[in-house]
């Protein structure tokens, strides 16, 4: 028997099994996954700020820009959270670590079922829970397999609108020509799932394949699963978000830069009112 069709026999078994395993009712599965975020200091502060000085501030929000999160999930519901540990929000990214810490993400959780997108969110304070559809994911397969640890994944793209730099410029004033087409970009995000996981979940607010997404790459960041449990023996309870005040995602989202944007009017007035060091 040639090599290949080996391969594709021994994957064809593999996904059947899956198929049936996952068939279960009481069916539950907990994915690990790892995400890590590089910061653009081309806009960060002005630019008089030496590159030693940025590198000191990259360092120092390390801790805030690599997270670990779990995603449990089941065939039609995921709630995915961030690790719990004993740093305190935005420990140790100085003051920008201090003003990001007033942007808490809490549970995320999504049903595939009834398309449902639920997500405690904290901002200054006030708790918030942004209730709305999963958005719509315009997936294109690519047809390209790669492993990841035990799993054979498939390769699909989407492309997304984002904002541009929403934490990045605090430290210098609005330029002229600035307006909302510049203060947003198109990025290309590529998913690597596999359909030995036949559930249409994934981390974040990534969902929609025919199996689990074990990687995202989207600009910047990148997430990965390192560590999948499948039918633990202790399964754990996927709660429904409930705490804070009911929003949409897009009222939410522009109330938030309403906030950002507040931020860096203060950030620019306590350095001299032009992201310069403050007069005496």
Do not use: H
């Amino acid at each position: 028997m040639k090599p290949n069709l080996i391969k594709t026999t021994t994957f064809c078994l593999s996904f059947l099994v899956s198929v049936f395993a996952f068939a279960q009712k009481d069916f539950q599965g907990k994915a690990y996954y790892e995400s890590k975020t590089s910061m653009d200091m081309s806009n960060f502060g002005r630019s008089g700020m030496s590159e030693d000085q940025k590198k000191q501030i990259a360092e120092r929000m390390k801790s805030m820009l690599e997270k670990t999160y779990i995603l449990t999930f089941n065939q039609s519901e995921s709630l995915y959270k961030e690790e719990e540990k004993l740093d305190a929000p935005g420990a140790g990214g100085g003051r920008f670590g201090a003003m990001m810490g007033n942007f808490t993400g809490g549970p995320q959780y999504k049903n595939v079922k009834n398309q449902m997108l639920l997500q405690e969110q904290e901002l200054f304070g006030k708790q918030f829970l942004i209730k709305d559809s999963l958005p719509k994911l315009d997936w294109q397969m690519a047809g390209e397999t790669k492993q990841i640890g035990q799993y054979t994944c498939f390769k699909a793209t989407l492309t997304k609108t984002v904002d541009a730099a929403p934490f990045g410029n605090f430290g210098r004033p609005p330029a002229d020509n600035e307006n909302e087409a510049t203060l947003t970009k198109e990025i290309q995000i590529v998913a690597w799932y596999t359909m030995q996981i036949p559930v249409s979940q994934g981390p974040d607010v990534y969902w929609g394949l025919p199996g689990l997404i074990l990687e995202v790459s989207a600009d910047r960041t990148t997430i990965l699963c390192s560590k999948i449990v499948l039918n633990p023996e202790e399964k754990d309870a996927i709660k429904v978000p409930s705490k804070g005040k009911e929003i949409t995602k897009e009222a939410y989202s522009v109330l938030q830069k309403k906030k950002i944007e507040e931020m860096r009017e203060n950030f620019r007035s306590s350095r001299g009112g032009n992201g310069g060091p403050g007069r005496n």
